[in-house]
């Protein structure tokens, strides 16, 4: 029986797998049931000196007894499909199911869930493929995937997002679930694309209720809290959320959901694409190959009488108008809009033919935020094995403004909103100049480990 055939019969077994050459023979007993491999109290492998270039080695090969956590990771779970079918494939069944490759696609989605990422980049090169996970808005390096399995990795995910595996000359969107290690199901929104050296694949970790912060966990002063729920408690008027791409607006905007959500109250949204999955929300996802947009969805829905309607993105004239006519007749309003400062959403909405006179009459609050890193509480900002750089998570920055309030600096709002919840340091200032636009951001190479 040759190593292919051990191999074989782990996988079907769902049992982890080692290369016993690399074990020190005096740790290892023969019993009647096959080999056992004494292991100390921190249960890590006995390694002979002769295992050095370990990276080159099939992780699963090395790791998949190193201790529990690993045994989960490498060891082929019950949400892993047994059989997989597809017309046509430039890659055989058994070639895209075989352990190592399920495996290795599965390690790639929980390591990115335990790390925190929000989204997974698989990048192709004219020598392979790189992988970097988004962490704290930032590209990260991550170990390459074994050479053996990379230029099929594309196509296991493919598999597992119910994509056309027989197409890689056009874009294609999918989505996929794993269970992760507190055995909860999550969602990735799977992105392909065509490039010059193959498909490239992003995928972005679909944020789960229960990780969503309180309003007194999203880093607002007790003032602007106070606000936010006296504007929630409006039965009517609009609110609208303002920031730069991947500024949190999303996850301030379900925690309104949430809240909102009750039994007498129908909450509804329209999103492109959906971010969260909210329980007791009516959620509708674009879909412009059918022809549903933002302004066909709104009108459908304001006639299935909702109390509460989110609009994902305020883009056009026609969203524009239908959002105020909603705030006028009864109904509470929540939407974002692209703008730098939230005292600039008057001019913003003036393009889309909304005037002054229906602005102020409609709108109760505008939120302009944006995400800082905050400092490792470890190591304190030094740097350390649990953080990236002596950052750790991220916090909202947060500026308020109400019709008719006085043009100001934003940055006075900024600043009463880090020194409420962030301790004032000089990393934690620079981060938050920043952030602020007034300092570059870092080089990229202080970000690739």
């Given amino acids: ?7 074989d019969i782990a996988a079907h ?3 982890p797998w080692i290369d016993l050459s690399l074990v020190d023979p005096h740790r290892i007993d023969s019993t009647e049931t096959g080999p056992v ?3 100390n109290a921190h249960l890590k492998l006995p390694l002979i000196s002769r295992a050095n270039n370990l990276k080159h080695l099939m992780p699963n090969q090395v790791l998949a007894m190193s ?12 949400d892993d499909p047994d059989q997989l079918e597809f017309e046509d494939s430039t890659h055989d069944e058994h070639e895209l199911t075989q352990a190592p490759l399920v495996r290795y696609s599965r390690h790639v989605l929980t390591d990115a869930i335990q790390k925190g990422a929000s989204d997974i980049h698989i990048s192709p090169t004219a020598s392979g493929y790189e992988i970097f996970l988004r962490i704290d808005g930032f590209l990260v390096r991550q170990p390459s995937a074994p050479q053996q399995l990379e230029r099929r990795l594309i196509a296991r995910i493919k598999v597992m997002a119910n994509l056309d595996l027989t197409e890689s000359g056009t874009a294609q969107d999918g989505s996929l679930i794993v269970t992760d290690a507190q055995q909860q199901r999550r969602r990735f929104r799977v992105a392909i694309l065509p490039s010059l050296h193959g498909e490239k694949a992003v995928l972005r970790l679909v944020g789960h209720a229960s990780s969503i912060p309180p309003i007194s966990g999203l880093g607002l002063t007790d003032q602007q809290a106070k ?5 929630l408690n409006s039965t009517q008027g609009l609110i609208l959320i303002t920031g730069p791409t991947g500024s949190g607006k999303s996850v301030t905007l379900a925690r309104m959901l949430l809240d ?3 039994e007498d109250r129908h909450v509804a949204t329209v999103e492109d694409p959906i971010e969260f999955e909210l329980p007791n929300v009516h959620q509708v996802q674009l879909n412009r190959a059918r022809h549903l947009d933002f302004p066909k969805s709104l009108r459908a829905l304001l006639r299935q009488d909702p109390d509460v309607l989110m609009i994902g993105e305020i883009r056009d004239q026609e969203t524009a108008e239908i959002a105020i006519q909603a705030s006028e007749t009864g109904h509470l309003v929540l939407a974002t809009l692209h703008t730098k400062r939230a005292q600039d959403v008057p001019n913003r909405l003036s393009h889309f033919g909304i005037t002054a006179h229906a602005f102020d009459a409609c709108v109760r609050l505008v939120i302009s935020q944006r995400l800082i890193r905050t400092l490792c509480l470890i190591c304190g900002g030094s740097g350390c094995s649990e953080c990236n750089q002596g950052f750790r998570g991220r916090a909202g920055l947060f500026e308020f403004w109400h019709p008719g309030d006085p043009i100001r600096d934003a940055r006075f709002d900024y600043y009463a909103s880090v020194t409420h919840h962030l301790a004032r340091c000089a990393t934690q200032e620079k981060e938050i100049q920043r952030v602020l636009g007034y300092l570059p951001d870092p080089t990229p190479e202080t970000h690739l480990h």
């Avoid at 029986?1 to 191999?7: A, F, N, V």
């Avoid at 606000?227 to 504007?231: D, F, G, M, V």
């Fill in 37 to 39: 491999i004494q292991l």
């Fill in 1 to 7: 029986m040759d190593e292919q055939d051990t191999l």
């Fill in 227 to 231: 606000e936010i729920t006296k504007a």
């Fill in 260 to 262: 909102l959500a009750r």
């Fill in 13 to 15: 077994c769902g049992l």
């Fill in 67 to 78: 201790d529990q956590e690993h045994i989960d990771r490498f060891t082929v779970r019950g």
